[in-house]
C-alpha cells in the first residue's frame, strides 16, 4: 500500500482492514486448534502428563546427579515419582480437551498472529522503525518460547514434584484432580513466557525514552531481592536449589534487559 493510498484511507476502510486480520488469525487458530484436538491423547500421554511419571528426563537426571553430589539436591527432587491424576467431574475431560486444543493453538500460532497485526500497522511506520518493529517481533517471539520451554521443563515439573510429595498428615493420600494439574501446567507455562518477555518490553519502553540503563545499574541490588520473591513465589518450595533454578533465568533476563536498552 503507498503512502498516497493510505492518506486516502477514512476510518470504516482501517476497520475493514482490520476485521479481515481478525478474520485470518480466527481462522488460522481454529484449524491449528482443529490439529492439536484430533492429536490431543497422544500430546497428554507424552506431553503434558510426561512430568507425572519418574521417567520424565528431569527426574532421571537429578537422580543421576544427585549420586554425584547428593548435597546438592534436596530430598523431594530424588527418589521415585508418580502422581495418580484423578477426574472428579463428569465433563472436564471433554471441556479439558477442548479448552487444551485452543491454548496450544493459540501458543503455537503467536508468530503469525503477531505478524498479521504487525501487517495490519506497517503502513504506519517509517522505514527504520518497520525494521526495528520487525526485529522486535522476531526476538519476541524466541524469547516466548523459551519461556514456555523453561516452564514446562523444569518450573513446572519441580513445583509438581514438590506439591505432589508434600503431607500435611501421614493419613492424607495426594491424588491430583485433573482441573488442578492442567490449571497449574498451563498457569506456570504461559506465566514463564511472559517473564521471558522482559528484555522486549525493556526495549519498547527505552524506544518512547521512558526506561534508561541507569535505572538497572541504580535498581540492581533491590532487583535481586525483588526477583527472588518472585522466584519463591512461582515455586512455593523453599530449598535452594529449587529458587536458583528458577532466579537465575530471571536475573539473566534482567541483565540482558540492561544490554538493550539506551544509555
Known amino acids: 500500500m503507498s503512502e498516497s493510498e493510505e492518506g486516502e484511507m477514512t476510518f470504516w476502510d482501517h476497520l475493514d482492514d482490520l476485521r479481515k486480520v481478525l478474520f485470518r488469525i480466527a481462522a488460522f487458530i481454529t484449524v491449528v486448534a482443529l490439529v492439536f484436538f484430533s492429536y490431543m491423547k497422544e500430546l497428554f500421554d507424552y506431553v503434558i502428563l510426561a512430568p507425572s511419571r519418574n521417567i ?3 527426574y532421571e537426571w537429578m537422580n543421576e546427579m544427585a ?4 548435597l546438592l539436591f ?7 515419582f508418580q502422581v495418580k491424576i ?6 472436564s ?6 479448552s487444551t486444543s485452543f491454548w496450544f493453538a493459540l501458543v503455537f500460532s503467536f508468530p503469525f498472529v503477531i505478524y498479521q497485526l504487525f501487517l495490519f500497522v506497517k503502513p504506519a511506520l517509517y522505514s527504520n522503525e518497520q525494521k526495528n518493529a520487525g526485529w522486535a517481533f522476531f526476538f519476541g517471539n524466541i524469547l516466548f518460547y523459551i519461556g514456555v520451554a523453561v516452564g514446562y521443563l523444569i518450573v513446572f515439573p519441580l513445583t509438581l514434584r514438590f506439591l505432589a510429595g508434600y503431607q500435611l498428615s501421614s493419613y492424607i493420600d495426594n491424588s491430583v484432580s485433573l482441573d488442578s494439574y492442567m490449571d497449574s501446567f498451563l498457569m506456570l507455562c504461559f506465566i514463564m513466557g511472559l517473564v521471558f518477555e522482559l528484555p522486549l518490553l525493556s526495549w519498547l519502553l527505552s524506544q518512547i525514552g521512558i526506561l534508561k540503563r541507569s535505572f538497572f545499574i541504580h535498581f540492581r541490588r533491590h532487583a535481586v531481592v525483588v526477583l527472588l520473591i518472585v522466584a519463591a513465589f512461582i515455586t512455593p518450595s523453599g530449598d535452594p536449589f ?22
Open 56 to 58: 520424565f528426563f528431569l
Open 67 to 70: 549420586k554425584r553430589l547428593p
Open 74 to 80: 534436596p530430598d523431594f527432587c530424588i527418589g521415585d
Open 93 to 98: 475431560q471433554f471441556f479439558i480437551h477442548m
Open 242 to 263: 529449587t529458587l536458583m533454578v528458577v532466579f537465575l533465568p530471571i536475573y539473566m533476563l534482567w541483565e540482558i534487559s540492561a544490554l538493550v536498552v539506551k544509555k
Open 86 to 91: 484423578i477426574n472428579i467431574n463428569l465433563s
